[in-house]
């Protein structure tokens, strides 16, 4: 078989490499079977019909319609916790550099002309900042990142609390004891000296921190978004930063807004810039597009289940169709009727759209495969 693969943005070579023999990689493919990428928006793309699967290499799929590609039967995926050590380390820089005035030192410091060593005694009072040590913290998202924050923190003599009503349980494993569960954001707002936010931007976390947050918040606490920009209302925490209730913000997500702004530092989005994540999340969206493509089998995808079976038979149908009552047996009544026989099959449903993988004993006919694809519900069946 031979399978194109197109890219939207720049891709670790490490991680194209995984794809080997009978793969073409070109970021004009026009008909790919597979997208890689990384922030580049999907939401106004037209998807060719050749379209199987898109892989996110990194976390966050705003920037992909995923709804969409479900009903059309498109595989999306990303790479759980393949950048998360490169944010955390960004977390911790940020909340350095929102506390110790390093940045507008910097820039002090190289704006001197004479006297230079002098100068810098005279002038160093006025980039006083605090010590994170005995500070709290608090991490909203106990996600792959949240909890390495919250952990780096706790190790860092800092007092943690976190706020994920959803964790899961190897999230909630992998935290340290000495972390303090927040039942409410309240909680985080009215305690933290620094917050920090870890979630995905959707439609219900748009502008979590907003005016009337800001207005719970003790005064002078310092915000860290490497979330989205969404996640924080530019207006309101302007209006925060002015009248003092924030002591500083630190963003990836670099607006017009944004800018140049006393109390703001501005990162052009590099949490995830490190060779190692780059590489990280490059193999992991590379060898979940390959085993899809050549197995049918799904691993981290956020649009379908995972689902996963080894090869077996002779032939391999795969049917990515709506989660509703009696798919698989229809599926595998259209099977018996031209007497073909289920060697092996695995069904997994994940909210409204669900997965079904089958082996068969035999090869199917044109009549079969056509018989599933009719069937109400069906959004794409391949046969490998
Ligand atoms: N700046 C950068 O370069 C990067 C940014 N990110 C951003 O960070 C986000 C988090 O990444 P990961 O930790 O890897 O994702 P993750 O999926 O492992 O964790 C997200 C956590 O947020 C929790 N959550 C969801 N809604 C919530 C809510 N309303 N309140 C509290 N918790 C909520 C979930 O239960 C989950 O535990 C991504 O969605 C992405 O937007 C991720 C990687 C790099
Ligand atoms: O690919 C990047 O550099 C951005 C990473 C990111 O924002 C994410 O993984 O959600």
Known sequence: ?????????????????????????????????????????MHEMEFPESLLSIARAGAGVNNIPTDKCAEKGIVVFNTPGANANAVKELAITSMLISSRKI?????????????????????????????????????????AIGVLIANAAVNLGMEVLGYDPFISVDAAWGLSRAVKKATDLKTIFEKADYIT????????????????AFAQMKKGVRVINLSRGELVNDDDILAAIEAGTVGGYVT?????????????????HLGASTPESEDNCAHMAAMQTKVYLETGNIRNSVNFPNCEMPLSGVQRITVAHKNIPNMVGQISTALADAQI???DMINKSRGDYAYTIL????VSSEESIAKIKAIEGVLRVRVI
Do not use: C
């Open 1 to 41: 078989m031979s399978y194109t693969i197109k890219t939207l943005n720049k891709i670790a070579k490490t991680g194209l490499d995984k794809f080997g023999e009978g793969y073409t990689i070109a970021d004009d493919a026009a008909n790919p079977d597979g997208i890689l990428l990384r922030s580049a928006s």
């Open 103 to 143: 940045v507008d030192g910097i820039n002090w410091a190289n704006g001197l002309t004479q006297d230079v060593a002098k100068e810098v005694e005279k002038g160093k009072a006025q980039f006083v900042g605090p010590e994170i040590e005995g500070k709290v913290l608090g991490v909203i998202g106990l996600g």
């Open 197 to 212: 936010l870890h979630i995905p931007y959707n439609a219900q976390t748009k502008g979590t921190l907003n005016a009337e």
């Open 252 to 268: 990836d997500f670099p607006n017009e807004k944004m800018i140049n702004k006393p109390g703001v530092i501005t990162i052009p």
């Open 341 to 343: 026989n289920i060697k």
């Open 359 to 362: 082996d068969l004993e035999s």
